[in-house]
């Protein structure tokens, strides 16, 4: 699975951002299984993961920062 950059998630419409956070807590969930059994090779695809998780939640958080800082100046 290949990562996530800023300036991709950035582009992003909400909706967008909402499916892909999903869709990366699911592929989450499923590695934590296989990890648990014993079939996962690669553990650092757990910690990638877990990072662009992070990411799309940081920049949903600055955008929604950025707007409550816009709503309150006006």
């Not at 690669?42 to 990638?48: G, L, Y």
């Amino acid at each position: 699975m290949l990562r996530v950059k800023p300036d991709e998630i950035r582009n992003m419409k909400p909706e967008e951002r909402l499916k892909k956070l999903e869709e990366l807590r699911m592929e989450l969930i499923k590695l934590r299984m296989q990890a648990k059994v014993g079939l996962l090779k690669d553990t650092a695809k757990i910690r990638n993961i877990k990072r662009d998780i992070a990411r799309i939640l940081t920049i949903m958080n600055e955008e929604l920062r950025a707007s409550k800082k816009e709503a309150s100046e006006q």
